[in-house]
């Protein structure tokens, strides 16, 4: 079970928490990441996109993370919608990530 999971249940969605943890530094890869794929994924929101798309795009942190965000971000974009200036701005191979996350039928 993750921290998220810990901190809210199974049937609740606490957005603004799932950002503090996604970027809390003293929270482990593992619960960072969950915070980034299980949770951020839950809302869909322009605010969830705005959070990951700012991770994928921060070079300090780590690589593996990042790629989670970006598969999370792609995942959003395929149900909401591609944002075209967000995507420009993500570097390789996090670009590729999104990308492979978005169906052809929704592009």
Do not use: W
């Amino acid at each position: 079970m993750s921290l998220v999971q810990r901190l809210f249940g199974l049937g609740r969605y606490d957005e603004a928490a799932c950002i503090r943890i996604l970027f809390d530094r003293t929270q482990s890869l593992a619960e960072r990441g969950a915070a980034a794929a299980e949770s951020l994924y839950t809302g869909q929101t322009p605010t969830a996109a705005a959070a990951l798309l700012r991770l994928i795009l921060d070079e300090t942190e780590d690589s593996l993370l990042r790629e989670e965000a970006a598969t999370t971000l792609g995942a959003i974009y395929n149900i909401v919608g591609i944002d075209q200036q967000a995507l420009e701005k993500i570097p390789s191979p996090y670009h590729e990530e999104v990308l492979s996350e978005i169906s052809t039928k929704g592009a």
